[in-house]
């Protein structure tokens, strides 16, 4: 990615032309550097060195291998002495990570893992737990070799990572995936760990604790990791979020408070690059104050390092979203290396950077650790400097396949032996400080000396009577209030969603604010008017709130049970109207990982939520709109909000209070209406007819006791928000309609079968043919077409009739062709999709009319929630079972190397997205995600299991066994793993062993 700038042009392009040519050419291999260099400025470090074999990913919480250990060394200088700190600990078994020095630069709190044989003591006891712990080394007396070592965490089950100081004394925030609350209330009343969103690892959490290492409370509630925490120069806590929801896949810079409330993104939601890593601010006295520096990266293949980036997050939310009209148009982030650093996946021809450290001493140098690019040629590692156009171009040629790859005797694959260097971005100079040695990486460097302590932010205020039901509110002000990328604004919506005499769903003005970036915004004062015919176009009419139902620990069968899907299991909490301003207010559950989407007049999602949010017990929080601009005034404020239409009803505009939404008055005069409902029910208590007004519509939508009981569900009724394919959409397809049952003409699987037998997934087959478009065909060859992905020829397939694709952020039941069909309206689906399913013939009878309102209401809620088979994973029938004797011991003696050799190199690794857009791959056809880490692998290969007693027939086996595997490769004459070959018998005997007639 190229240097893109704004406030940051200035600041870089005062380096001279000579330097900047310089590049990072003249680095090195990690190993070098000269014996004499010493920096000018040097202070003393401390750094992890660690074996250069761990598979390091975004995704990975907590990675390990044996030889870890903390070092420090006396000066930022390759001659200056170098300690093992931690040795007496590791005995070189363990493993280090994640250093962080006090604001007095005299003590280091570090995470430190190292197994239960080690002989190594602690206050009179074992010091290694055989898990990852918060250790803190004290520097006060003893200096840089004598120094004492506390204990922080101790636990024996869980693993407690990236820890920082919180100031004035007030203890630590770190990463752990014990999950203290969460654990506790899951869905449904449930408790068990939780694991990543690619079913993978228990997820990491944020976690603060006293200085004495008690009273440890979990602050975020994330699906999956929240990495990286430290303090901010205003006391507040930056960190890096894994974004995972649906094809959402990606790492961004959030904030929050120390108490876990007023957690927000803060810059990388929607820019360019997957994975912003180890953000920090820059020095906020120096040249940089108000940037923030940060790594980025792909989710994998990169071993953690990427380009280095200044973040001007003072100025811009996003990339090009300056705050106001005043601070330029274009920047936000920019590489501030000469040489562009490759922020993705494949050759870095100058390098990768990880793990920066600014400098808060007035010359705004940060340090890093920095690999140079080296690759192997007929084995014998070499620098990139050595290749040939021709060659380089080989390496990032991403249409070869794996074969090719292999056969090729030029390899990106040296190990990442990165080392710690000293960077001026002002002089763009590069000096090596500590170089590892053979088979060791040096990362996380930080410096040993005192910085301004941050501001001690306070506790927030909460709301008692809330905390105590562990509930929360939020209110929004206006769902109108919306940002340049429109998420909640015209671009979402059809023509067929503009009401009889609507020309526009949103009428728009120009903004009142002179320093709103906006050019139109939503005519809030019409929009809200009854005497106004905005009034009653205005699409938005329900909220409805879901929350995660998240993936357990420890069990098989997962990914058959969740379907065809990129998004999670999830349950509906309620629905709660949005008022005519766009306002709504509600209570919701705290500590719980929310999702709420605005829904029309039928139920149908206008977006699909594509992050988690959370609020604290008590916590009241306000925001200003939908995917609104996260800086400035709400458009619902001022006189905007003030300003009472008189043809509101008087009862309701003479209660109303300066500021108050229609939300904020609506629900202060009736309370209960702050409750989520199980229906859409919505009447108009505004409009005064008599003053020229005119009301909106009553709507309600019930699954049972409808005005008209023809609208009623007949089949099962879904409980608790829960709904599950089997249980209750195939009922409506096999529902007895007479001549117009859907099964009696959709029972050809050539073209639509919606018959409730077995497919060979082990799932329905009218599930399958919904979830997974056909094949796209050559007209040429009558072959089906295939494409290149990470090396592997893959089948293009055709648009589904059920769309679980988000794309930029659309309501999933809007995007599918089936809602449209059932609707009998061009909503928003694709014009693949109406090729590949066009309208019911004419002699056909009227699918709109075929379902009433609640079955439509369920077919629509089960499209918006992702097509999940099971969002209830413990449902009877379901596959998921605990995995009692298939133990992770006996996975990595057994299994993982077999998956090691065949499986993980290629095409089972993370894949995301970048940019406004969110565009990515479906990786629902490849759920089974390999990074190396025992503990994920282990998980996720729990997932492709679902009959212990007949090995052959789970996904584990089945798939690769199978030619060709993956659907789609061409060439292929034997299986990756045939059968009865030793890798295959190996995995067979695993599953066996945890056969239980």
Partial sequence: MKNQLGRQQALLLGCSAALLGLGLTACGSGGGGSDTVTVQGDVPIAYVKRANTIRMNPTNGAPTAPGGD??????????????????????????????EVSYDGKKIVFAMRCPTTNTAQIDGGPACTGRWNIWEYDMTTGGYTGGSFRRLTSSTQDDDVDPAYLPADRGFVFSSNRQTKSKTTQALNQTYYALDEYERERVFNLHTMTANGVNIQQISFNQSH??????????????????????????????????????????????????????????????????????????????????????DAANYSEYNTPTNRNVQALGGQAQITAQSLNDGRGLSRYGRVTSPFPLWDGTDRVLVGYRPCEVTRDGDVVSCATLSSAEIARLNDEERTEAEIAADPLQDNVPPSYAIYMYDPAKQTWLNVAAPPSGFMYTDPVALQARSEPNAADPTNVDPTLAAQNLALIEVRSVYDTDGLDRMGTSMLAAADLPSGCTTAIEKTAPTDPLDTRNLVADLLRIKDPADPAYNCAPARFV????????????????????????????????????????????????????????????????????????????????????????????????????????????????????ETMASLRTRLDPTALSLGADMVYTDVWADTSRGGVARAPITVRYTGNTNPADDLATAVPVNGIINYAEHIQPLWTRNRGGNTCTGCHNDPAKLSLQGTTSGTGRLLSYDELLIGDPVIDAGTGLPVTRIEDGVPVIVRGAAVVETMSGNAGGLARMSRLTEILFGEELMAGAAARTAHPNPPGTAPNHATLLNAAERRLVTEWMDLGGQYFNDLTSSPSVVNVAAALTQASFEAQVQPVLRASCSAGCHQPGGNAGASQTTPSYARNRFILTGDPGGDYNVTLTMISDTCNAAANYLLSRPSTVPHPAGATGQSAAVLPVGSAGYTAIANWITSGCTP
């Avoid at 006396?74 to 002495?81: R, V």
């Fill in 70 to 99: 903390l070092m420090i060394r006396e000066k930022s200088s390759p001659s200056a002495p170098e300690h093992n700190i931690t040795t007496q600990f590791t005995q070189g078994q363990g493993d280090a990570s994640d250093p």
């Fill in 544 to 659: 409805r709130a879901v929350r995660a139902v998240a993936p357990q620990a420890n069990m098989m069968g997962m990914r058959e049970a969740i379907g065809e899907t990129d998004f999670e299991p999830q349950q509906i909490l309620g629905y709660a109207p949005v008022e005519p301003d766009g306002s709504f207010k509600l209570q919701v559950p705290a500590d719980t990982p929310l999702a709420l989407a605005i829904v029309d007049a039928k139920g149908r999602g206008i977006q699909t939520h594509l992050n988690w949010i959370q609020v604290r017990p008590g916590e009241r929080r306000t925001c200003d709109g939908c995917h609104s601009p996260r800086r400035g005034a709400a458009l619902n404020s001022g006189s905007i909000v003030n300003t009472l239409a008189t043809a509101l009803l008087p009862s309701m505009s003479g209660a109303h209070q300066s500021g």
């Fill in 226 to 311: 929240d990495r990286n925490p430290v303090v901010r120069p205003n006391g507040d806590i930056l960190f890096s979020r894994w974004e995972h929801v649906g094809d959402r896949n990606r790492f961004a810079i959030f904030r929050t408070k120390p108490d876990g409330t007023d957690m927000f993104v803060l810059y990388g939601a929607h820019s360019p690059g997957n994975s912003f890593l180890h953000p920090r601010d820059m020095d906020p006295a120096g040249a940089y104050n108000g940037f923030l520096t940060s790594s980025l990266m792909s989710l994998s293949g990169t071993d953690e390092g990427g380009s280095l980036m200044l973040v």
